[in-house]
């Protein structure tokens, strides 16, 4: 019997690092640079840490194949806002606080939405790459020579 597990790795968003807007990378709108209030990204690694062939008669199959992708997540606000929000407290400007709060809030949730967005596509792809490798490798049940 084949075996093809693939496990997925995909860490929680957290709390995010802060750096000024101009410095937080990828911020590009048509091929110009531009100040960014939020970014999150997850770059996966994948890796095949088991592979084992086996013989039937002439032909070879795949009998285990153990993928692993591990991501790493890039969870960035813009340091301004907390400095902005810092500033209001500061002056006693309750209103201006408030105002800066509320976006900050709004910026956070918009960032989780992304990445919701990509747990969910990573979530398919597993499910995908489940359901493919039976069926494209040879295996136990389907070899490429026909005896």
């Not at 957290?14 to 048509?30: D, N």
């Not at 929000?85 to 105002?99: V, Y």
């Not at 900050?104 to 919701?116: C, D, G, P």
């Not at 990573?122 to 049940?141: F, G, H, M, N």
Request: net charge neutral.
């Amino acid at each position: 019997m084949s075996n093809f597990p693939v496990s997925v790795n995909v860490p929680k968003l957290e709390t995010p690092t802060t750096k000024s807007k101009s410095k937080i990378a990828g911020s590009h709108s048509h091929g110009v640079a531009v100040d960014t209030w939020e970014q999150v990204s997850l770059v996966g690694t994948a890796a095949f840490d088991k592979q084992d062939v086996s013989k039937s008669g002439r032909c070879y199959f795949v009998s285990d194949q153990s993928i692993r992708v591990d991501f790493t997540l890039q969870y960035v606000i813009a340091e301004e806002l907390q400095t902005f929000i810092d500033d209001a407290i500061a002056a006693t400007d309750l209103p201006r606080k408030q105002f800066w709060q509320a976006l900050l809030r709004r910026i956070k949730q918009h960032a989780e939405s992304h990445y919701n967005q990509y747990v969910e596509v990573i979530k398919a792809w597993k499910k995908d790459v489940e359901s493919d490798l039976p069926t494209k490798l040879p295996t136990d049940k389907k070899t490429n020579l026909v005896e």
